[in-house]
């Protein structure tokens, strides 16, 4: 059963919506503290140690941050966008704090309202029917379920999306490959570094609204997005600018004729 579980989770990219080893810290002086590592508290009363998200994966887009926001969500909403892959927990004043998020193949297939119904710490997880059906191969085995923990590819922490006193199964999750935050996954919906869904987690009332951007949503207010050869998105006009000015002629001073009269 543990090989299969390895097997399957290496497929489908350690996602969720749709190694058991001790963590070892990665991190280094220059990884801001919030991104340290954690020791948590497992779903048993186990101690679980959370590793610090190595620098190399904390981008400008990745790393958590305080930025002007333009939506018309009201303070305390949190906006998904699947597109431009950040999540927005909207605030006072015009701002929002920004996360980078992974989005799995079910994370693009919502948009609209919802509210957090359900909050679990270190939750278990069950594939879908729909998920069972479709590729038993991978999913069968689950079926009866997987309990939470550092092997469960919902991470630490889950906020579950319901629309209408239903369960939309939309899942905004933490992850245990934090090398994927800010890149297309295999599956799933919406995964944080495990340290940015604690945060949220903490910070989130039962019955908070969220909204989930469409694409021409998405393009409204992010703007154009191209996809870097390392698998990360950015905006258009950043790519723009940094095109401009490699390709801008170099300024040569101009050559000063000695002062010395020649022999």
């Given at each position: ?87 927005y927990h909207v605030l006072e004043n015009g701002e929002a704090m920004r996360f980078g998020i992974a989005v799995g193949r079910a994370g693009k297939g919502f948009s609209g309202d919802g509210v957090i119904s359900v909050k679990k710490q270190w939750p278990s997880w069950t594939p879908t029917q729909n998920m069972i059906r479709t590729e038993p191969e991978l999913y069968a085995q689950f079926a009866g379920g997987l309990p939470g923990g550092v092997d469960n590819p919902l991470g630490s922490r889950a906020l579950y999306l319901y629309r209408n ?99």
């Open positions: 059963m543990r090989l299969a579980y390895l097997l399957a989770v290496a497929a489908f990219g350690l996602s969720a919506c749709g190694s058991s080893q001790t963590p070892i810290n990665l991190g280094g002086a220059d990884v801001p503290a919030i991104y340290e590592a954690r020791t948590d508290t497992g779903p048993n009363g186990e101690s679980i140690e959370i590793p610090a998200v190595r620098a190399a994966y904390l981008n400008e887009r990745n790393q958590r941050q305080r930025v002007p926001y333009n939506g018309p969500e009201a303070p305390g909403t949190i906006v998904v966008d699947p597109y431009a892959r950040v999540l006193g239903r369960d939309t199964y939309y899942r905004i999750h933490g992850t245990m490959d934090p090398s994927s935050i800010g890149k297309a996954t295999s599956a799933g919906c919406i995964r944080l570094f495990n340290q940015d869904i604690m945060d949220l987690f903490d910070e989130t009332e039962l019955g908070t609204r969220v909204t989930v951007r469409s694409q021409a949503e998405s393009l409204r207010f992010e703007g154009p997005l191209i996809e870097t050869p390392e698998g990360y998105v950015i905006p258009a006009r950043e790519q723009a600018q940094a095109t401009a000015v490699a390709a801008a002629p170099t300024t040569q001073p101009p050559l000063v004729e000695s002062a010395v009269p020649a022999r």
